[in-house]
């Protein structure tokens, strides 16, 4: 809802890749307001909006999911960014919602975050099929550990520029004065492949709405935590089986998570596995054999896995990974983000530039908490019943 | 006799193109073992079967392919007619844009209506190119959502339309840990609807396939390619031509037929499973040398432990002594589990297969009471060796072969009905908790008819 942003990609290198005639913006942006970006803008451009999804969607032979890219912190992405998500639903309700959504860290700069943040997680919990939380602070930390590689001169490891997660080796040199960019390439990364399956031949394929279909065992429990390996590829070094055990590892280990969590201390309801390049189904195996130990699965689910095998590797790699939990650990990160909430609206601070837009009442924001109470409790549920011994339910019996 | 055979999804296109170019490459292999003229019927009736002729020459699977996203179709076609040996018709293939999602329901009540009318269509030329037709191969695996879903429609189509022909369903049985996490679901709702409409149910395991291919054909780095072919082996061994009664160069005309009336007595019990020996790589063929004495003995020790290969099979088993009672469910626990069986055929293929003696299989300790081994237990002796083995022996079963697996597959799935995980992906496109619940009551009732042998 402001140019800025628009007008530097339609003036950037990839100009030609997106439609000029597919934009919409306005001039003065949200203010960092939900209630802006949902109430005003939303209702202003509905009608425009449709216009250029109906557009986009009958270029399609069989359109089968709508990624959104958006932030929960702010005004456009948050408010006018679950209001599409509203409306996909209601216009195209057979066709798959994925939502990519960076949630505000404990340090961001927007003092509003957590009420944004929560008005639009009841959106979410109720009309996306399937979320990928990123925090900024795990982004910023990967990106730490390249520099810490590329700069630290060890011995024998020369890294190749083209394999970075966070990509093209001018990114990385400037990434001092420009981070985003980098972070954004490591979710970049994510996104391809998320789809690459679709997209390339394999010998076991995953689709977009497997995804779904898979990791989200009840409605509301659709939030995944995604982790990327390798982040770079080391050249000169052969030692094959090896490193591509290490990949799995990786992928497992909390440096490579785009959100912070920690998934092997909570309960797995789900995971899938989406592996690219010269992988072969024993090497998954193997692996998932290796790791499942040191995982607990929730009682219902203990062999809960959904793996994907893809013959093209990503650029610069020989072979990469993309693991997605559906895990209980993303509890305490809805957890603190209630408590920010909280903090912010028992004082009642801020809270009159929400009440003053049309449509927005005190209702909105107790609805918004219950729905996240909710999702926080069936977690907890869930959560206990982690150290209970595993039973069976008994079998229906059958007169012989 | 012709087959018709329809490869569903994924797994079901991957393997027919395996398993077509098998058989082309056994019945055109140089070292059959056998006369020119013995060779050339093999040929002819391998054809008959399993291809039709275009115009140059070329011979065509006969076969219908069916997967609701175009990647793996249009490389099947491409791989085979790369090959220059073989291909499948142009316009033999039907396909989608979107997939099913992994989802049974989607693959039955979504796509099953909505392409009934294209898919048969494609079904009938088929059939129509047929002289006369034995019946139907349909191949599928119960974890997807085309091939599972899809397929089951598929199958009781078939039922409807082709009342009198025969249907015999190639399932695979997925990883015991996990390629999908809901793979239990659609398998328990594949095997309760295809056990309504098909005749026959051979049964494959990937986890047996792939403890072959690492035991037995040394290979280190395992693809679904690897397992596929050995799973194109078994079927070949099984289902090339064999000599009919008459004795050499004539061959059975009817596959599907006489399979069925040998194995399948009872619609009560359709499960099938296939043992092969002897199983190596070609590296290791050179050098090694078999008896039919030696062969058998294995053959029936797998049988009779269910053990999946000839290596680490448990000698300890022995047939239950005449008198006793049957254990019945406890004994699913017992670790000498004896593998009763319903019916037996074994196919030998090779040199002096007439000197093979078979007496070890037709021992009554082996089979239920309600048949006579005479009745339960049949052989095929063909002299036309199979795919380079001088000599080899297939087994096909009507017996507990399948038992614990699918036990197991119950067992999960009703896990995770009972904590209603996931059952929303299936209400969505029509179905309800009950047929989940009448699937369940079938297949507990076939676990408890085979326990019960």
């Known amino acids: 809802m402001e140019e800025g942003v628009v007008n530097e990609i339609l003036q950037g290198p990839l100009r030609d890749v997106f439609d000029s005639k597919q934009l919409i913006t306005d001039i003065s942006g949200s203010g960092n307001n939900w209630a802006v970006g949902y109430k005003v803008f939303g209702s202003l451009y509905q009608e425009q909006i449709l216009e250029k999804l109906r557009k986009s969607a009958e270029h399609c032979d069989c359109l089968q999911c709508f990624f959104i890219i958006h932030s929960m912190g702010g005004g456009t992405g948050s408010g006018l960014g679950t209001f599409l998500l509203k409306l996909l639903e209601d216009e195209f309700p057979e066709v798959y919602r994925f939502v990519t959504s960076v949630y505000p860290s404990g340090e961001d700069d927007v003092i509003t975050s957590p009420y944004n943040s929560i008005l639009a997680m009841k959106e979410l919990n109720e009309h996306a099929d399937c979320v990928l939380p990123i925090d900024n602070q795990s982004l910023f930390d990967i990106i730490s550990k390249i520099d810490l590689m590329v700069n630290s001169g060890k011995l024998g490891t020369t890294i190749k520029p083209k394999s970075l997660v966070t990509s093209s080796a001018e990114a990385v040199k400037k990434w001092h004065q420009r981070p985003f960019d980098a972070m954004n390439n490591i979710v970049a990364n994510l996104l391809l492949n998320l789809t690459s399956s679709a997209r390339f031949e394999g010998s076991l394929n995953m689709d977009l709405n497997e995804i779904s279909m898979n990791l989200v065992p009840f409605p509301q429990l659709h939030y995944l935590v995604s982790s990327l390996t390798p982040l770079y590829t080391l050249a000169d070094v052969n030692i094959p089986t090896r490193r591509l055990d290490q990949m799995f590892s990786d992928a497992f280990s909390k440096d490579h998570q785009l959100i912070r969590a920690d998934p092997k201390h909570s309960l797995y309801l789900a995971c899938a596995l989406m592996v690219r390049g010269n992988v072969q189904v024993s090497d998954l195996r193997r692996n998932i054999e290796r790791l499942k130990p040191s995982l607990q699965f929730v009682s219902w689910n203990q062999e809960g896995w959904k793996t994907s095998l893809c013959s093209v590797p990503p650029v610069g790699h020989s072979h990469s990974l993309l693991a997605l939990a559906n895990n209980t650990c993303v509890k305490p990160t809805f957890m603190e983000l209630k408590e920010r909430f909280m903090r912010l609206y028992k004082k009642k601070a801020h809270l009159h530039h929400y009440l003053q837009i049309e449509g927005m009442e005190e209702s909105g924001f107790m609805e918004a908490v219950s729905s996240l109470s909710g999702l926080i409790e069936e977690y907890n549920q869930l959560d206990a019943t982690k150290s209970m011994p595993v039973e069976d339910f008994p079998r229906l019996s059958i007169a012989v | 006799m012709s087959i018709v055979t329809v490869q569903l999804g994924q797994c079901g296109n991957q393997i027919g193109f395996e398993v077509f170019d098998a058989l082309y490459t056994d019945s055109h292999c140089p070292q059959g073992l056998c006369s020119k003229r013995e060779n050339e019927a093999y040929q002819a009736s391998c054809k008959e079967r399993f291809f039709s002729e275009e115009e140059n020459g070329v011979p065509v699977a006969r076969a219908v392919l069916v997967d609701m996203e175009p990647k793996v179709t249009s490389q099947t076609l491409s791989k085979a007619t790369q090959s220059g040996r073989w291909k499948y018709g142009q316009h033999s293939c039907f396909c989608q844009k979107q997939g099913s999602g992994n989802n049974w329901a989607y693959g039955y009540s979504v796509h099953g209506p909505r392409h009934e009318e294209s898919i048969m269509n494609l079904i009938q030329k088929e059939v129509e190119k ?15 959502g085309t091939g599972s879903g899809l397929g089951a429609f598929v199958t009781q189509n078939l039922q409807d339309q082709y009342s009198n022909s025969l249907k015999m369903n190639q399932i695979i049985w997925p990883y015991g840990t996990g390629e999908v996490i809901v793979q239990n679901y659609n ?21 047996a396939l792939h403890k072959i291919c690492a ?3 040394n290979i280190k780095q395992i693809s679904f390619s690897d397992i596929n072919q050995v799973l194109a082996h078994q079927l070949g061994s099984v289902f090339q031509p064999t000599y009919s009664v008459e004795g050499s160069c004539h061959y059975r005309r009817n596959p599907l037929g006489d399979l069925m009336e040998n194995l399948v007595p009872h619609p009560e019990f359709k499960m099938l499973g296939i043992r092969n020996i002897p199983q190596m790589s ?24 269910n053990s999946k290969m000839e290596e680490g099979i448990d000698w300890q088993v022995r047939p239950p002594l005449p008198g006793l009672p049957t254990l019945g469910k406890a004994s699913l626990n017992r670790g000498l589990h004896f593998n009763m069986s319903i019916a037996n055929l074994v196919i030998l293929r090779g040199k002096d297969v007439h ?18 081994p005479i009745n339960a237990f049949n052989a095929w002796k063909t002299h036309r060796a199979f795919s380079k083995y001088e000599k080899s022996a297939a087994l096909v079963s009507n017996s507990q072969f399948l038992l614990k697996p699918l036990d197991t597959i119950v067992g999960k799935a009703w896990n995770m009905f009972a904590s ?12 309800e908790e009950e047929d989940f619940l009448d699937s369940f009551t079938l297949l507990e009732q076939v676990v408890a008819s085979y326990c019960n042998l």
């Open chain 2, 130 to 144: 047929c002289d006369s037709l034995s019946g139907f191969f349909i191949i599928m695996s119960m974890a997807g």
């Open chain 2, 187 to 207: 398998s328990i709702l594949t095997l309760s609807h295809l056990y309504r409409s098909s005749d026959a149910l051979l049964v494959h395991e990937n986890d």
């Open chain 2, 215 to 217: 035991k037995l054909m």
């Open chain 2, 282 to 305: 070609e590296n290791s063929l050179a050098y090694s040398t078999f008896t039919w004495a030696g062969l058998l003995k294995h053959l029936r020790q797998m049988l009779i432990s």
């Open chain 2, 355 to 372: 000197s093979a003696d078979l007496g070890g299989f037709k021992d009554s300790a082996l089979y239920t009471s309600w048949l006579e």
């Open chain 2, 420 to 431: 209603k995980a996931y059952i929303h992906q299936y209400t969505k496109f029509g179905m």
